[in-house]
Nanobody, 125 residues
Framework: QVQLVESGGGSVQAGGSLRLSCTPS????????LGWFRQAPGKEREGVAF???????DYADSVKGRFTISRDNAKNMVDLQMNSLQPEDTAMYYC???????????????????WGQGTQVTVFA
């Protein structure tokens, strides 16, 4: 497993935007499926956005049309652009990675083997 490092969290007013980024502490994202998850206090971790090695994407229904996941293998980075943020988006956001020889989307947290420490996103009304 490789340690991942997230950045870009913060506090924003409802309707605002934030962009999260994630990069591995060593190695590369090439050949890995990637995902963003979040966990709010008192709630279970939930999947937010996913991207395969073939750059197919999928999103939780709650963020479709507002969040965009993207990857740049040359820069060894995966981003999550979050627009029209709402207070219910408040959570700790985690980046995750999984070795994947096939361009498959993985939406379940238990499939991922590498995780970051998380970055806090707070949206106030």
């Amino acid at each position: 497993q490789v340690q991942l490092v997230e950045s870009g969290g913060g506090s924003v007013q409802a309707g605002g935007s934030l962009r999260l980024s994630c990069t591995p502490s060593r190695g590369t994202f090439s050949g890995k499926a990637l995902g963003w998850f979040r966990q709010a206090p008192g709630k279970e971790r939930e999947g937010v956005a996913f991207i395969s090695t073939g750059e197919s994407t999928d999103y939780a229904d709650s963020v479709k049309g507002r969040f965009t996941i993207s990857r740049d293998n040359a820069k060894n980075m995966v981003d999550l652009q979050m627009n029209s943020l709402q207070p219910e988006d408040t959570a700790m956001y985690y980046c995750a990675a999984k070795e994947s020889r096939l361009p498959i989307l993985y939406v379940s947290a238990n499939k991922y083997t590498s995780w970051g420490q998380g970055t806090q996103v707070t949206v106030f009304a």
